[in-house]
């Protein structure tokens, strides 16, 4: 990837964490896409994050999914985000079309949602066959739900063990973990486990207020949330965080600009945001909006959080809570 001299300091406007690091960005030279190290992985990585969930399965066929990531791929997105539980394996299939034939200098993520270390060590080495690679950049424990759903993950026989095993056996560089149901049991996991990454739901709407007008009264719930529970926590052990949800499945669309949701979620500190593009032309504003990206200012942030989060986050999280990744 060619880096011009072009950098710039990105603040990081995230109110309730103690000292905000500053993330720095370099600019690809070749496609002008904005760029930022994934924590301690080294990494670098595009800002905008090609999601190959249920948006990419939106298209009818295979070569209108491949083209479509193509497209993104050619106009500077590297890093590429895709699970075997989203359309069990079909995805991971469709992405394996792009990576035969371009798959260095991406970044490749896959996730795996099977608890048992048998049960995920056979899908593992199914998705490197689908994905046309003898190696990932990173596999997540995919969408942690609750406690229970922790203690089976890091049980002797659980997916953790094998996840450290594949990365010993440079089958994946990195492992981490990703929740858009409860920012406390993801706060749990990474407390407990060091691992290198973690995705998790952050988007303006499920922000929690830090407070409101005069005499409102605001709950336990609307302060909750991944932005103030988990992300701190991923902060402090300088794991790569990547933001996803940012449209809250279209749950916000229409509630506020594409460019105030994405430019909201790239000021905190994250490394990427994944988006998914169920249209070409998705494609091309998403990644004008990132390229044209300028950190949004820390009043902006809360007027908008608050505006958003009084209004629908308490909907949105009943929603999370039971929404399957698939």
Do not use: W
């Amino acid at each position: 990837m060619g880096i011009s001299r072009r950098r710039f300091l990105e603040t990081a406007a995230l109110s309730g964490i103690a000292a905000q690091p500053l993330l720095a960005a370099e600019v690809d030279s070749k496609s002008g896409m904005p760029t930022r190290i994934l924590g301690k992985t080294g990494a670098r990585v595009s800002i905008l994050a090609f999601g190959c969930g249920s948006r990419f399965l939106s298209y009818k066929d295979d070569d209108k999914a491949v083209e479509a990531l193509n497209k993104a791929l050619d106009m500077g997105i590297t890093y590429v985000d895709t699970a075997y539980g989203y359309g069990n394996g079909k995805s991971e299939t469709r992405v394996g079309k792009v990576m035969a034939t371009r798959r260095k200098g991406l970044f490749l993520a896959t996730k795996i949602n099977a608890r048992n270390g048998d049960e995920a060590q056979r899908i593992l080495e199914g998705s490197m066959k689908r994905l046309q690679t003898d190696h990932v950049d990173l596999i997540h424990i995919h969408s942690l739900t609750d406690e229970a759903d922790l203690a089976a993950a890091e049980a002797k026989d659980g997916v953790l063990n094998v996840l450290h095993k594949l990365r010993d056996q440079k089958v994946t560089r990195f492992i981490g973990v990703t929740s858009h149901t409860d920012p406390a049991v993801l706060k749990l996991a990474l407390e407990r486990h060091d691992f290198d990454c973690t995705q998790m739901a952050l988007n303006a709407a499920r922000a929690g207020m830090r407070n409101g007008t005069p005499n409102m009264v605001i709950n336990d719930a609307l302060t909750t949330s991944f932005e103030s529970v988990a992300l701190p926590v991923a902060i402090r052990k300088k794991m790569g965080v990547i933001a996803m949800k940012i449209f809250a499945q279209e749950g916000l669309s229409g509630k506020a600009t594409a460019e105030k949701l994405i430019s909201y979620s790239l000021s905190l500190p994250v490394a990427v945001c994944v988006l998914g593009m169920p249209q070409l032309d998705f494609i091309d504003q998403n990644i004008a909006i990132a390229k044209a990206y300028r950190p949004m200012p820390k009043g902006e942030m809360k007027e908008l959080s608050d505006r958003l989060s009084l209004a629908h986050k308490a909907q949105l999280d009943r929603y999370f809570c039971n929404h399957i990744d698939a």
